[in-house]
């Protein structure tokens, strides 16, 4: 069974971090650029983060540039995200998702169709 699994959700204080992996089960990502989006009640799926498949290119949306780390390990088939400095604001289900289409040296947020798998997503809640 070809699948994403996320983990490393949970509550933070503001401040506070969180490190969120997702790894590949029925498949391998060496071939597929990773995106992670996130979703809050209420709101549309956006994307965060996303890394090529080639590891050389990575870009992250405005909202979380400097506060988090997208990276992966291929040996362990597994995509992290680093989230530092968390905020109220990024309150949300987080989800990744592979894409085999694009090309090796590049990875995009800006269309979720062209992502073929997607994990269950892991809650992420910052709060005092």
């Known amino acids: 069974q070809l699948q994403l699994v996320e983990s490393g959700g949970g509550s933070v204080q503001p401040g506070g971090s969180l490190r969120l992996s997702c790894a590949a089960s029925?498949?391998?990502?060496?071939?597929?650029?990773i995106g992670w989006f996130r979703q809050a009640p209420g709101k549309e799926r956006e994307g965060v983060s996303c890394?090529?498949?080639?590891?050389?290119?990575?870009t992250y949306a405005d909202s979380v540039k400097g506060r988090f780390t997208i990276s992966r390990d291929n040996a362990k088939n597994t995509v992290y995200l680093q989230m530092n400095s968390l905020k109220p604001e990024d309150t949300a289900v987080y989800y990744c998702?592979?894409?085999?289409?694009?090309?090796?040296?590049?990875?995009?947020?800006?269309?979720?169709?062209?992502?073929?798998?997607w994990g269950q997503g892991t809650q992420v809640t910052v709060s005092s």
């Open positions: 998702a592979a894409a085999r289409t694009v090309p090796q040296s590049q990875c995009t947020m800006a269309t979720l169709v062209i992502y073929n798998y």
């Open positions: 029925g498949f391998t990502l060496d071939h597929y650029g």
């Open positions: 890394i090529s498949s080639s590891n050389t290119f990575a």
